[in-house]
Each structure stands twice: as C-alpha cells, then as structure tokens.
C-alpha cells in the first residue's frame, strides 16, 4: 500500500509527460493534426446537418464514411492499381483517377446515407418515434452495416494503395509539409466554403434551413419536408464520401470494416466541440480535435492518441454543451 | 364498397357480411398447398427420402448422436398441417373461427423456417425454406387484409395478445400465489443443466472446446444478470448507456487485479484462499459504484442522445486503459484468478472452469436477490421517480422529482450489477485481458434489453438468454451475430419498439396500485378511457372501494 501511493506521488510510471519532444515536433504535429482535422471536419459536416435538421444523432454516419472508403478503395484497385506499388502514372492521370475514386466514394457514400434514411428513419419519423428508439435504430443500422462489410471482406484491413507517394513541399519554421497535407487541408476548407454558401445561397439551403427552423411552418409554405431531409442526408454522405477518399490516401493503415467508428465517435466530437448543427462549427471544432490529438499523442504517448477525443468530448459536454460556435443550423442567415 | 362500409361502422359483429371475401379463399388455397407440402416433408423426413436430403443430413444427424431435432421437426410439420386444415374446414362453413387456427399455424411455419435456416445443415436449405416462408406469408398476409379484417370483424381480427393474457392472470394471483410460482420456475431453471445433448432444441449439438451446454447456459445467465442491470438504466430510468461494457470490464479487473498471481498489486496472496473471491465480489461492485458515480455525477445533466455517446466514451476510455496502462497488462492479462470457495470430497475444485453447472447455479441465485432487489426498488419511491423521468423529465422535475439525484441512483444500481456480472465472469474464465470489453459488447448488452423488452425484467432476461444462447447454439451463425443482432434492433424499433415482451402494462399496474395506496381506493380520474379502462381491469384491487 505504502508502495502504492509513493508511485502516485512521484507520477506513475505508465504515463510521461515528454514535453521536450511536443517542442521539437510542434509544426510537425501542427500540420500533421490540421490533415486530420480537415478529414474529421468534412465527416463532423454530416452529424452537424443531419442533428441541425432533426435533432438526430445519426449514428449510422459513420458507416456511411467507411462504406465510401471501401468504394473509393475498390475504384482504384479496378482502374488497375494495387497496394505497395509505386506508379509512374503522370501527374494528371493520378488526379484523374483520384477524382473518379472520389465521385464514387461520395456517390456510395450519399447512396448508404439515403437508404439508411428511408430505411431506418423515416417509418420512426412517421410515427413520432421518441428520439431514444431513433437512437437505438441508428446503432443498429450502423451495426448492421459494419456487419455486412465483415462478412463481405472479413476481418483483415485492405491494403492501403499510395497513389501518391508524400512529397516535401514546403518548409515552415522547423516543419516540412507534403503535398498531401496541403491537397487535403485546402481541398476540405474550400469544400466546407462551398457546403457553407451552398446552404445559405441556393434554393436548396433556404429549404433545408427552412426546415430546420420550423418543420410546421415551413411544410406550410410549400417545401416538401421529406425531399429536404433526402438532400441533407445526400450532402452529408457526400462530405463523408470526399472525406473517406482523403483517408484512403492520407493514412497509410488501409480500410478495415470497423475503421469508420473510431472516425465516427472522433468527427461527432468535432461537430460537439464547434457547436453541433453549425457547419462553421464543424470545420473549426474538426481542426481543432485534430491539433489536440497529436499534440495529446506526442505529450503523452502515441497509445494515448484516442484517448484525447473523449476526454474532450466529456470536458466539451461538461463545460460548454453548445460548442465553440454554438449556434443552430437555422439561424444563420441568408 | 359503400355499403359495406356503412356496415363496417356499425361495428357489430352480426353485420358482416355472410360471404367470405374472395381473398379468404385465395388464402385457404394456399394454405392448403402448405399442409400438403408439410406433410410431404413430414413424411420424407421421417423416411429419409430423397427431397429431404436437399435440407438435412441424417448421417450427420447420426454422427451427433440423436434425432431429437429430427423427431420435433415431423411432430411440428404435421401439428402445423393439421391446425392448417381444421382452419380451412372452418373458413369453408363461412365460419370465422378458421383465423385461430391458420394465423397460429402461419407464424409458426414462419419460425420453423427460420430454425431450419439457423440448423443449415446444407446450403440448398434456403431453397426449401424460402418456399414454406412464402407459402405462408401469403396466407397470412391475405388474413389481415382489409376484406378479410372487416369480414371476420373487430373481435376476430385483434384478438388478445397471449402475452397481455399471461401477464393479467399473474398480475390477479396473490403475493403467496406469486411466490409459489416464481419457486416452481426457479427449480425447474435449476434443473435445466442436466438436460443432456440429446434432448431436441436445449442441447448444444456442436461442443467446440470449452462450451458444453451447461457453460452456455452459465453465459446466458450471466448475460440475463447484465440486461437485468442495464434494464435499470434504460428501461426504468430511459437513459441510454453505451458504455456498460465499461462497468462489466472494471467488476472483471478489480478481482484480477486484487487476486491474480500476475498482479503486482494482490491483495490476496494465496490462490486457494477460501475467501478471496467472496470478498473481491463486494469491493468490485463498490469500486463499480464508485466509477459510475465519477461516470454519472458530470454527464447526468446531458439530454439523453448526448449520455449515449458520453458513456459510449466512457466504455472506450476504460478499455483504452486497460491497453495503455502499465499495471492493467493490456494484451497479456492476469490468470489463475481466484474461484468461489469449495471443494469435492476427491479434493477438486467445484468452481472450475470446465464445469459450468455450479457457475450457473450460483448465477441464477445471484439473479434472484438481484431481482429481488431491483423489483423492491421499482416497487418504491425510487422506482416511481425512474418512471417518471423515463417518461417526461421535464414534467418530473416540475413535479418536485429530484431527477439528477435519481438518475444517478440507476446509473450506480446498473453499474454495480454490471461488475457483479463482471466478477462472475473474472471467476470463471480465470483469465481477464483487454480483448472482450469493445464497444460492439456494450451494444450487445443494449441489444438484449431492447430485444427482450426494456423495462420488463422477465422481457428482459429473455433478451440476454437470446443473445448469448443463439450464437452457442446455431454455431454456423455465430459468426454472424452482430449482424443478425444488428438488423434485429432496427426491425424491433420499427415493428415492436417494446420488445418481445413489452412494459407498458405493468408500469400501469404500479400507477394504479400508488394511486389507491393514496386515496384508499380505485381511481375516479375522469380523464378518458384510460383511467377508466384500467380501472375496470385492476382486479384484486379494484374490490376495495370505500
């Protein structure tokens, strides 16, 4: 006993705090952080919608993510790629294929989340279903199909393929940043730009912020509820879709059919974190688990890199549950 | 079509209409194309004839030992024909009694395909259920038509629920009268494990190493014990926990951790210590208590989508540290775990892991104080204040119900089930590591209190027997469960949000027994039917009126 407690006071042994390595390595997990952070922010895009819109955790997001990946995956294995090759194709020819893995992605993507939608959610939607059995509903969705993934492909992670062998691009202070860092940081934020003034200037965003305002009111006025919710959940599986596409190119441990719930829980933290329901929310909320995961994995061990978003998570919930942004769907204005 | 509506309104049953609809004996056409086809296959079963090879293998049959499966599948098809046939005869005299013996037969054809599919005995068994599984369908379908509905009339076409039935007549026994019964269901659950592997349907057929029958029936007790406990906080309190699988794990680790050889803080040295198990249970279930109360007291205030992924991160967390931290050993664990004291007279252990009828005996006592204790519970005040956060928090709180404080009583009472169940596990096993805690278990164990109907506690033992029997039993599907579960849930939620066996009219009961409790005598609400009809119905009470 006496053993016990003067391991705790001298800090016990199984955790350090190796702060001189968080200074040597700041910009490299500076940007390192930002690539993640820019993927959990385009998948925390879907949670933020859909809860936004319904009020609904969409449980099953994650599984539309990771059936994107393996969409994505599958489109590059059939256009002749295979893992641990390097390829010579030409610099537009990799952007060509790239860009056709991502169209699939999203558009499987987008696919999973509808059928999800009209399958699990919209009989409860007729019933006014509590939000407690729309929950239960989604985990067994997103059990289901992490399930058939299981069965179709088995336990073993697929390969991952490297399209694009990282380059150094750029030297920032002691950093060096590849292309792939840059791509996918650049890429995500203009494509949260354009979901942003997509919501706010199109036709299709003033309904889906109509209804996130008032359902009653808004079905009064002539928009037809049930094809805007189709659309939200549409324009999240495709963010998820991109995002997935991002992954298989960025991560290196290839896809695997759970590999979408650790994702999951991470970008619902990000969307928590912005203020859930907020799209501008998600980016920073995402950008920011991101920074915070490898800044907390080279603090305090690689092994304590997952442990850091439910930490968050907890401490985000507990202090400030509307988020950084905290600020609803449909309030932002037009 | 007029007219018949006007007769529909009436509602009385003498104005049906004299002719059976056209779909009826569409339907009574195809039902007795499935007598003949289950007689068929009742007979070439019995024979081993050709067609049934095409679905079941008697030489494997043979090789395990029995056709006690065999026996039940001919009984059952030829049970099910004849049911079929007296409710065609019965349709034919333009009789409506016919609906009590071909929807029965109906459901029951459906679930005999379902066990031949769990059976699989050979691939082009699909084949063959997939023609009985439409053959009555389509009857059954037609049954519930609006034709057939408004022929047969209101009293034929929602009949009472068997469940309802069985629930009322035991809701009007006595508390002595309960007693008994409850005793009589105990000894016949304390005798199962001696069915052997020949009887049909109990038996394990396939006995992979380390799961005989009784080991599985241990599990699924154990697995009842955890759906009693997690039914405290989701179906009495309605606050959805993903992270049970975290109380489960710390119960496990607390024992390995205090008596384990390859822990580096035992507190009991010596593995044969009679008492080291015994006294670990206790101090897991406090240490349990303790965790769900750090886990409860900063996350209770969340709404109730929110509790679900903070606990689903506290599941997480836990597992996570039992990877990382040095002491807890991750991968490698901690054996030679302590036992329950006891030896046989030859000087073995009675507690050892391959025998899992002691396991099982001690599980179902410790189900029953369990339960004992929970029903007292729901019984009380605390009870009453779960019902009502479950079912409006808001108006709770208004109500003068200190919700926070009794949300966090079910979240501790749940957690210190979860590492009792835990330590039994610990126990039994021997071995704890970090493999069995991931968060697919915790949605398992939600599984089985959603299956068997949250907030019933018999609804929901079933749930946890399922759950883990099913997979033990039909092992060619054990791999896919998750699945199997995972599509179960949504069909529960949008079929039977209540489950196999819902809650609702017990928690009536309990409304009703507090509110004559209160005014000494049967409610005078004049809110509608409701208050009315479950007035009417309250039986052994309703006598006492002033």
């Keep these: 006993m006496l053993h016990a407690s003067g391991t705790v006071l001298a800090g016990p042994d199984w955790i350090h705090f190796d702060t001189t390595s968080l200074h040597q390595l700041f910009w490299v997990d500076t940007f390192s952080g930002l690539t993640y952070g820019a993927i959990y922010a385009l998948i925390a895009l879907g949670y933020t919608l859909v809860y936004g819109l319904l009020k609904l955790i969409n449980f099953a997001h994650s599984e539309v993510f990771i059936s994107g990946a393996f969409a994505a995956y599958f489109t590059l294995k059939l256009c002749g790629f295979s893992p641990g090759l390097a390829y010579a194709t030409g610099m537009i020819g990799i952007v060509g294929f790239l860009v056709l893995a991502t169209v699939v992605a999203a558009g499987v993507s987008s696919g999973v989340a509808l059928l999800v939608e009209r399958v699990a959610y919209k009989p409860l939607r007729s019933r006014n279903a509590p939000s407690l059995v729309f929950l239960i509903t989604a985990i067994g969705a997103s059990l289901a199909i992490q399930q058939i993934i299981f069965v179709w492909r088995g336990a073993n992670a697929e390969p991952s393929i490297q399209l694009v062998i990282p380059q150094p691009e750029l030297q920032v202070f002691s950093a060096t940043i590849n292309n792939l860092q840059i791509t996918i940081v650049i890429a995500a934020i203009v494509l949260m730009f354009v979901i942003d003034q997509f919501i706010r200037r199109t036709r299709i965003g003033r309904g889906i912020r109509a209804v996130a305002q008032d359902p ?72 920011i688990l991101g920074l915070a995961e490898t800044y907390g994995s080279t603090l305090f061990g690689s092994a304590w890199h997952d442990v850091v978003a439910y930490v968050l998570l907890i401490v985000v919930l507990m202090f400030r549950p509307t988020g950084l942004l905290g600020e609803s769907l449909g309030k932002s204005r037009a | 079509m007029s007219a018949n509506l006007a007769e529909a309104t009436t509602g009385a049953t003498e104005d049906r209409p004299e002719r059976r609809p056209t779909v009826l004996v569409a339907a009574g056409i195809v039902a007795a194309v499935l007598a003949v086809f289950l007689v068929a296959a009742a007979i070439t079963l019995a024979f081993d004839l050709w067609p049934a090879h095409l679905f079941h293998d008697a030489a494997k049959d043979r090789s395990n ?72 369908l389509v009857p059954l379908g037609l049954m519930f038509s609006a034709p057939a509905d408004q022929w047969f009339g209101p009293e034929w076409t929602a009949p009472a629920h068997p469940v309802t039935l069985v629930r009322e007549r035991w809701n009007s026994l006595g508390r002595q009268q309960q007693w008994m019964w409850s005793l009589i269901v105990v000894a016949v659950i304390v005798i199962v494990p001696y069915i052997g592997s020949d009887v049909p349907l109990f038996g394990l057929i396939n006995t992979e190493p380390g799961t005989d029958f009784p080991i599985s029936l241990f599990n699924a007790a154990r697995y009842a014990l955890i759906a009693i406990g997690l039914n405290v906080v989701v179906g009495q309190a309605g606050l959805l926990d993903l992270g049970y699988v975290g109380f489960f794990a710390i119960g496990a680790y607390v024992v390995a951790l205090f008596t384990s ?286």
């Design chain 2, 65 to 136: 030992g029995g056709y006690g499966d065999l026996i039940v599948a001919v009984v059952v098809n030829l049970v099910i024909a004849a049911s079929l046939l007296m409710g065609i005869s019965q349709l034919m005299k333009d009789r409506p009694q016919g609906r009590r013996f071909l929807v029965p037969a109906g459901w029951a054809t459906l679930a005999m395909c379902i066990f031949w599919l769990l059976m699989a005995q050979k691939e082009s068994v699909v084949i063959w259920a997939a023609v009985f599984f439409v053959l009555a």
């Design chain 1, 216 to 287: 009653t009111t808004a079905t009064l006025m002539g928009v037809n509820r049930e094809r805007v919710i189709m659309q939200t959940f549409m324009i999240g599986g495709i963010a998820a879709g991109i995002a997935a596409s991002f992954y298989i190119m960025y991560i290196p441990s290839g896809v695997i059919y759970n590999g979408g719930f650790l994702l999951g829980i991470k970008a619902f933290v990000a969307a928590v974190l912005g203020g859930i329901g907020n799209l501008r929310g998600a980016l920073l909320g995402g950008l």
């Design chain 2, 261 to 546: 050889t390859d822990s580096g803080m035992q507190v009991f040295h010596d593995p044969n210590n009679p008492w080291a198990w015994l006294a670990c249970v206790p101090i897991a279930m406090v240490i349990t208590m303790i965790s769900g109360l750090l886990l409860g007291a900063p996350t209770l205030r969340l709404r109730g989508d929110y509790l679900a992924i903070v606990t689903l991160g506290f599941g997480e967390i836990v597992r996570l540290l039992a990877d990382n931290v040095t002491p807890l050993k991750g991968n490698i664990g901690f054996q030679n775990i302590a036992r329950p004291p006891g030896h046989h007279s030859d000087g073995t252990a009675i507690f050892a892991q391959t025998n899992g009828k002691p396991w099982f005996w001690l599980t179902v006592g410790l189900i029953v104080v369990v339960l004992i204790f929970v029903g007292n519970l729901e019984r009380s005040r605390v009870g009453r204040a779960w019902v009502a956060i479950r079912e409006d928090e808001d108006a709770a709180e208004i109500m003068g119900v200190p919700t926070f404080r009794f949300k966090l009583w079910a979240f501790v009472i749940g957690a210190s089930i979860g590492g009792l169940s835990g330590a039994l596990f610990a126990g039994q096993i021997g071995f704890v590591n970090n493999q069995k805690f991931d968060p697919v278990t915790s949605i398992l164990f939600l599984a089985a209190v959603v299956l068997g109907g949250s907030g019933n506690k018999v609804g929901v033992m079933v749930g946890g027997f399922l759950i883990s029997y099913i997979p033990d039993r039909f092992t060619n599907i054990a791999e896919y469960k998750f699945l199997i579960f995972g599509i179960a849930l949504i069909a529960l939620m949008l079929f039977r949000p209540q489950g196999l066996l819902g809650a609702r009219q017990r928690l009536l009961t309990y409304g009703r027994q507090a509110y004559q409790a209160l005014t000494g005598g049967p409610e005078r609400l004049d809110t509608g039917a409701g208050a009315m009809s479950t007035a009417s119905s309250s039986g052994a009470m309703g006598g006492q009126v002033p």
